[in-house]
């Protein structure tokens, strides 16, 4: 089967490949990775807050969007929104909405659910007396949550929310069901397109599985450096 | 006051006047079934030291974080200078600012430097410029003699050092009491006396505080009233040398005897 493995399709595909494919999966990991952290931390908050009803309102909804497949959420959105736009605005036909816009909302707020999980983990793993000690000091629930609680939270938490990373970096490969020009997308067009798809997929496999153990390697040695300074 | 050492209090103490922490028939239930403190009434005079002992679990953290409202309750009334704690229209986040808490446990805030632990409330609350609150800092830490340390992080220090900057840290809101909840009892024997020192000295400057705490030495040497709690009651509520002497309350008794056995 590998007798007749051809490299150079891969070779000649390698600036596609990197400079688009993996430009475009990058920047929608690393951006849905921050507006899920800060969506996330929100649903946190609301869910620690005790005033009614924002801890259900946000409980429902992180149970919500657990209960449903990654898979299904893409296609919902890419497929529905157009639809919900052209209802709104009142437009004869449906809007297309920017494919890679369409993406980053449905990732953001499908990993949200998870990083509100871990952000909801380290502000509870605070001692309580740092929450009392600000209280004491005349500081505000917000100057107390902004200043001490949610920096505390973040540091201790970054290496579980990197891990999570991870996972969003691998899960961003779902997009090519959407024919989006992704990392995977790009080498699966190529293989498509040349008859190679075994050489293309083995190289995108082997890509995902080196940046991937790289990353948490590197989060690995964070994690027992940040585990000396406390 | 027979001892020389009680002076610089007694006449603070005898300085009628509204008095800087009330308390009113408070009670505080956890559960309907826990009542975990039962009308408990005392006052506090400005510049008076008063100690709260009792036995582990009779209410006196509970008791003395009702005061700046950490902990709220369902009857009764407390008064700081006035303010009434337990009313709604009650600005918390300011009452709270004009008394300082020192707890067990330092709680420093660990993701700050010294500097910015003494400075992070002063700025955000009482809004004072970088410059004030710097030189404020600087001067309070330069008092508990910890002046090296301003830009080190809580955990480089011991845990004395870290109560003598948590002391600092309350002291630079230019409080008018000090609240202390057990601040030595979380210290390796040897750091204790570093810590109860400077407690001493505010105390003779005339601070009003409210020290709960076993360190039956510092109870003597500086508190005007000593109250003794036993399941959420105020038991005993009695000057310094009549607490130490005769007569007073069975369970203090038994109090006493174990502690000072120690
Ligand atoms: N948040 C809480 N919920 C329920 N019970 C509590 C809570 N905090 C303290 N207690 C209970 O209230 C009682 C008094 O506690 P505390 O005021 O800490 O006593 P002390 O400081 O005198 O040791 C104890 O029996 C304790 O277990
Ligand atoms: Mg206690």
């Known amino acids: 089967m590998f007798s007749n493995f051809d490299f150079q399709v891969i070779i000649d595909a390698l600036p596609y490949l990197f400079l688009q494919g993996m430009v475009f999966t990058l920047k929608l990991t690393l951006l849905a990775a921050i507006f899920g952290t800060i969506f996330g931390t929100v649903l946190a908050l609301m869910r620690l807050s005790g005033v009614w009803p924002l801890p259900q309102i946000a409980g429902a909804y992180v149970n919500f969007v657990r209960s449903l497949p990654l898979l299904l959420v893409i296609f919902w959105f890419f497929f529905l929104v157009p639809f919900i736009a052209q209802k709104m605005v009142g437009s004869p036909r449906p809007i297309p909405i920017d494919p890679f816009l369409t993406a980053l909302i449905t990732f953001s707020l499908f990993e949200a659910v998870f990083f509100s999980e871990i952000m909801r983990a380290g502000i509870q793993s605070l001692p309580k007396g740092q929450v009392a000690a600000g209280y004491a000091l005349g500081l505000s629930y917000t100057q107390v949550m902004r200043r001490i609680v949610l920096p505390q939270a973040f540091r201790n938490m970054l290496p579980v929310l990197l891990t999570q990373t991870i996972v969003l970096f691998q899960d961003t490969s779902l997009v090519y069901v959407l024919s989006l020009n992704d990392f995977l997308g790009i080498a699966g067009k190529i293989g498509q397109r040349d008859g190679r798809l075994t050489e293309m997929y083995i190289f995108a496999a082997l890509v995902y599985f080196l940046i991937s153990f790289a990353a948490s390697q590197a989060v690995r040695r964070l994690q027992a450096h940040t585990a000396i300074i406390r | ?262």
């Open chain 2, 1 to 262: 006051m027979t001892t020389a050492t009680t002076t610089p209090n007694s006449a603070a103490k005898q300085s009628s006047g509204a008095p800087v922490i009330q308390m009113i028939g408070v009670s505080k239930w956890y559960t309907p079934e826990f009542q975990v403190l039962d009308a408990c009434s005392t006052s506090v005079q400005k510049g008076e030291v008063v100690v709260v002992c009792g036995p582990s679990g009779s209410g006196k953290s509970t008791l003395i974080k009702c005061v700046n409202a950490l902990e709220p309750f369902q009857q009764g009334d407390i008064f700081v200078e006035g303010v009434q704690v337990n009313d709604r229209a009650t600005n918390l986040p300011k009452l709270r600012s004009r008394i300082g808490m020192v707890f067990q446990n330092f709680e420093l805030f660990p993701h700050l430097t010294i500097m910015e632990n003494l400075t992070l409330a002063q700025r955000k609350v009482l809004k004072r410029g970088k410059d004030e609150a710097d030189a404020k800092a600087r001067k309070l830490l330069q008092r508990v003699g910890l002046s090296d340390q301003a830009p080190k992080y809580p955990g480089q220090l011991s845990g004395g050092q870290q109560q003598r900057v948590a002391i600092a840290r309350a002291l630079a809101m230019d409080p008018v009491a000090m609240l202390f909840d057990e601040p030595t009892s979380a210290l390796d024997p040897e750091m204790v006396s570093e810590v109860l020192d400077v407690m001493v000295e505010l105390a003779r400057e005339g601070m009003t505080m409210m020290v709960v705490t076993h360190e039956m030495g510092f109870a003597r040497k500086v508190a005007n009233r000593v109250i003794f709690m036993d399941k959420g009651a105020i038991v005993e509520d009695v000057p310094t040398e009549e607490f130490f002497g005769s007569p007073r309350s069975e369970r203090a008794q038994l109090f006493l005897s174990k502690i000072l056995s120690h």
